[in-house]
């Protein structure tokens, strides 16, 4: 990827249960951005994390940032069926850059 | 409005053909990128113009050629491609100038095939 590595590439859960992922990148960063993907088509955003924020909630979503290790996480609380899609992490570097990581896969079995 | 409108949806040329990707988004982002994504793999950055300048060209190939012809628009103009290319085009927008660190708003994307 143009950025770093998420893990797991994919994930396999059933109706309930939380999903983690986690995200690396490379470069300093602004923030940094979740988004979803379904089926291939537009990106939607879910939500941003300062570099200076630690963790941040949005409903059932997580986030967390480690600056010293350049890594964060993902977490979806209670999943839903319609929570199956492509999650990606974007890092936001200080010249306009949006540079994606590998993504996770998750499906959520009903 | 948060809409950033795509057009073609589907897209298939020929090795010889000139085609142009357009997009459009009327949210008054001063940003606007185009990205190119091949299946199950991320977006990569191919282009940004801000504030309807070319700021950042991800060394893309010539036969790829980005225009912002107002702070609405951004086409992509494409000539003399390979079936490599084919991919999905995706453009996006955000908010310019120091307020250029906020989410990104994407299109449903372009579905290019070169045969």
């Known amino acids: 990827s143009q950025q770093g590595e998420e893990d797991p590439q994919a994930l396999s859960i059933q109706e309930g249960e939380n999903a983690t992922m986690n995200c690396s990148y490379k470069t300093s960063i602004n923030n940094l951005q979740w988004y979803r993907q379904n089926s291939g088509r537009g990106l939607v955003h879910l939500i941003l994390?300062?570099?200076?924020?630690r963790e941040k909630h949005s409903g059932r979503l997580r986030v967390t940032l480690d600056t010293s290790k350049k890594s964060s996480s993902l977490l979806i609380t209670a999943s839903r069926a319609a929570d199956t899609a492509s999650y990606f992490c974007?890092?936001?570097?200080?010249?306009?850059?949006?540079?994606f990581g590998a993504g996770t896969t998750v499906t959520v079995r009903a | 409005d948060t809409e950033v409108t795509q057009t073609p949806k589907h897209l298939v040329m020929g090795m010889t053909n000139k085609k142009s990707l357009k997009c459009e988004q009327h949210?008054?982002?001063?940003?606007m990128y185009w990205y190119k994504q091949k299946a199950k793999k991320p977006p990569e950055l191919m282009f940004v113009y801000s504030y309807e300048k070319l700021s950042i060209n991800e060394s893309v190939p010539s036969r790829f050629s980005p225009e912002c012809p107002n702070s609405s628009l951004l086409n992509l103009h494409l000539h003399a491609l390979q079936p490599e290319d084919s991919a999905l085009y995706l453009c996006?927008?955000?908010?310019?100038?120091?307020?250029?660190?906020?989410?990104?708003?994407f299109g449903q994307g372009t579905r290019l095939t070169v045969v």
């Open positions: 949210m008054g982002h001063r940003a």
């Open positions: 996006a927008s955000s908010q310019g100038g120091g307020r250029g660190y906020t989410e990104a708003f």
């Open positions: 974007a890092s936001r570097s200080n010249d306009y850059k949006l540079s």
């Open positions: 994390i300062r570099s200076n924020e």
